[in-house]
Each structure stands twice: as structure tokens, then as C-alpha cells.
């Protein structure tokens, strides 16, 4: 079992602060999570109604899908998958070995959407690496 360092748990202050951030920043949005390629859950701002290790290996599973069919069609170089259901979007940007997954509702601005979430994707993978590069306390 992994120890939690000062380190991991302030880079997992950041993401929390990143998703809030990306929550109330874009009208319609629900939630979000942060989940590892292999759909282990890495931290989430999700309604009491989702299930965030559920969704995490859901969302790495479409992650994983979505890769494999890029990488069967171009060679490679998968960035992004949006589900479009009735209720809303789902959304899932790949970002270094982990894979922010954005909720919302129907009524999201998909364009304003994607120009929020990439950046944050980067960011959050960012924090990520940084935190398993630091030394061990």
C-alpha cells in the first residue's frame, strides 16, 4: 500500500481546487473526477447520486476504447471523447496517464466546455506528475 506524502496530498488539494474551479466556472456542469488510466479514482467533485469509483472505472474504460480507436484509425494521438445523451454530456480528456471526466447538463456550451477542460486536463496531469517526481517524505 502506497503512503500518502505531504506532497501527494497537497497535489491532491489542487486538483480538488482545479475541479471546483471547472465546476462553477462553466454553466451546466455537474461534476468531475480524476481517474488514473487503469480507473483507479483519484479524487472528485460528483452529486451524492454517481458512484465515483464506478464512474472512474467507466471512464477509463471508455478512455482505453476510445485510444484504441484512434490508435487503429490514425496511428495514435487520442485526446478527447464526448458522449452526447439525452440527459446531457459526458465527457472524457486524456491528459498523461489519467483522465478527467467532466458531467453535465444538456445545456452546456460544449465549445466553452472543451476551451475550460483541456487546460485543466494539463493541469491536473501537471499536478499529478509533480507529485510523484517530488521525493519521498
Known sequence: ?????PTMAAANDAVQT????LCAGIPHVTGALVASGDGLLITHVLPPSIEPTGMAALAASQ????????????????????????GGYVAIYAADGTALTVLTAAGVNVGRLHLEARPAARAIADLLAAATKSPRA
Open 1 to 5: 500500500m502506497e503512503t500518502i506524502t
Open 18 to 21: 482545479e475541479l471546483r474551479r
Open 63 to 86: 478512455l482505453a476504447l476510445s485510444f484504441r480507436i484512434v490508435t487503429t484509425a490514425y496511428g495514435g494521438g487520442f485526446h478527447e471523447v464526448v458522449v452526447h445523451g439525452s
